[in-house]
């Protein structure tokens, strides 16, 4: 069975680890949001594609959640040297995303292939294979698009870098909008996967601005709903609340319903089916009144072996035709 699987960074990282041992890697998909990334002194960073492919080739931190295990942080503690001599309207030197020495390698390589001319599918690719990962990972396009995030109280618009890292997404934002999304489209590969395959997962990931952003692409939703009998959705809010990020406070501050109930509400017109932890079990009833199917299953992958778990539980949810 072909599994496709939409993604966005920890938690979508942590299913595709788990759908690999229980599954073919070589038989999975994963589409992966591209409108978080950012380009930092000049490199071109991909924050949700590096998350899972450092997963995937066991190289990630487990205590971060991101970047590589036994890092080194040379280059930033040298930058910030310069900080207090740059110009104020400078955004030279910047520490606050914080990059890691051998972490930066792989921002060097993506920035100068960019540059040769090649695109990010094909880099993503490249990287993929220097890392020994056997999954297919796609951007969801390769155009350049860009999550802005509104902040309620002071009425600006920021990058999402700006909003989830600098500010610690601790700050309450009235809208979000993803520039470039009336120009840019799925690549060919892209809508290759969601055609063909048996199965589309939606990951456990922030479903605003880790999934919407893939929803926002011309043509996706529409393959999606024509096909959402097969789309198999994890919720990412467990008990009211977000397991890691800003998912639970920002369905709050844009209208939605913190809760499972909300995430189906969001998810119904292209999934047939949602997955909730056992305990969000009581609202299975206005889950399915929302219009999709609950599945009650451990979802909170602290152990490989609940991530294998929940990844048998999404594959079993379809049921293909003999």
Known sequence: MTVAVLCGGVGAARFLSGLAGVHPPTDTVGIVNTADDTVMHGLSISPDI????????????PERGWGLSEESWRVMDALARYLPVRPRASGAAATWFKLGDRDLATHLYRTARLAEGATLSEVTAEICRAWGVH?????????TVSTVVHLATEDID?????YFV????AVPVSAVRFAGTDTARPTRAV????????????????????????????GIDELLAARRDSV????????????????????????HEPSVVGVARLYAPIAATLV?????????AAVEAAGMRAIVAESVMSTPAVAHSLASTVLSAVRLPS
């Open 50 to 61: 590096d998350t899972i492919t450092y997963t995937l080739a066991w190289a990630i931190d």
């Open 135 to 143: 999954q297919r990972l796609l951007p969801m396009c390769d155009e």
């Open 158 to 162: 920021v990058p999402f870098q700006e």
């Open 166 to 169: 600098q500010r610690r997404h």
């Open 191 to 218: 809508l290759t996967a969601l055609r063909g395959a048996e199965l589309v997962a939606i990951a456990p990931s922030n479903p605003l601005v880790s999934i919407g952003p893939i929803r926002a692409l011309g």
């Open 232 to 255: 198999v959705a994890v919720s990412p809010i467990v008990g009211g609340a977000a397991l890691k990020g800003p998912a639970d406070h920002m369905l709050a501050e844009l209208g």
């Open 276 to 284: 909730i932890d056992p305990v969000d079990a009581h609202h299975a």
